[in-house]
């Protein structure tokens, strides 16, 4: 469900009767008449509607993670705060950009639209702006011909979909002034090609077996998941259109299973 289409549906319905009860229907009635239920409850309704639209389109919008492809920086149930305007003031629905503000930084966690269903919200970690060369190689990461630094921390946890639990290396890795965690499975491929598919811009890359690399087009983002070997990311489906950026998610702002991670930063 496209809940900004239908915020935008409801406010303009309300809006309309608040305005046509404004211009035309107050004057009809008498000074003891009561406004009928389908002027008074839209009419109600109206500012709060308009509120939520415009800190939602413009400000911050919340979102919740559905997947582990972030852990650990960001995991299952979290509620998250995503900055609507850190990447430019955007037309809410089609999404088209009216002031530019700045633009997505590399180490940034970012919101945007599914590139192969629009109708879906991703998050992952931008790796690589418009021009950059990325390379995916032995399961570190290369730009522009220089290797990202990366400090191993010890080992991390966690249960996945089907009671799994997985052991994965913990590193810091230092991205465009982002310092931030990521596992790697060492028990699982480098790449994993059956999952390749078609794309726009397929030809800016080359896979084989334990490596791939990627020119990234103008105007596009590629980006990928801190857990490492269990997220699906540039690496598979391509890159991410800047007409599909939603917004820098910045804040955890609730988990109903641990309270402690209430108020983290995203970093």
Request: glycine share 8%.
């Amino acid at each position: 469900m496209n809940f900004a289409l239908v915020l935008l549906l409801l406010l303009l319905v309300t809006g309309g009767i608040w305005l046509l009860d404004r211009l035309m229907l107050a004057k009809r009635r008498g000074p003891q008449d009561k406004e009928p239920w389908w002027v008074e409850y839209p009419k109600s309704f109206f500012p709060v509607i308009l509120l939520v639209f415009v800190l939602r389109s413009f400000l911050v919008e919340p979102f919740k993670i559905p997947s582990g492809s972030m852990i650990p920086t960001l995991l299952v149930g979290d509620f998250i705060l995503v900055n609507k305007y850190t990447y430019g003031i955007r037309l809410p629905v089609v999404n088209w950009k009216l002031i530019e503000v700045d633009s997505p930084r590399r180490g940034e966690v970012m919101v945007f639209r599914y590139p192969e269903n629009p109708s879906l919200d991703y998050i992952k970690r931008v790796v690589g702006l418009p021009g950059d060369r990325i390379v995916y190689r032995n399961k570190r990461l290369e730009i522009n011909g220089q290797p990202v630094k990366m400090v191993k921390n010890g080992e991390y946890s966690y249960v996945e979909s089907g009671l799994n639990l997985v052991r994965a290396l913990l590193f810091t890795e230092y991205l465009g002034g982002h310092p931030h965690a990521v596992l790697i499975n060492p028990s699982a491929p480098d790449l994993q090609l059956a999952g390749v598919r078609q794309f726009p811009f397929r030809d800016n890359c080359t896979y084989n077996e334990d490596a791939m690399s990627c020119t990234v087009p103008p105007g596009h983002y590629f980006v990928m998941g801190d857990n490492r070997d269990s997220s699906s990311d540039s690496r598979y489906w391509g890159f991410v259109p800047d007409s599909h950026v939603v917004g820098k998610a910045f804040l955890i702002w609730w988990n109903f299973g641990d309270f402690k991670r209430i108020g983290t930063v995203i970093r």
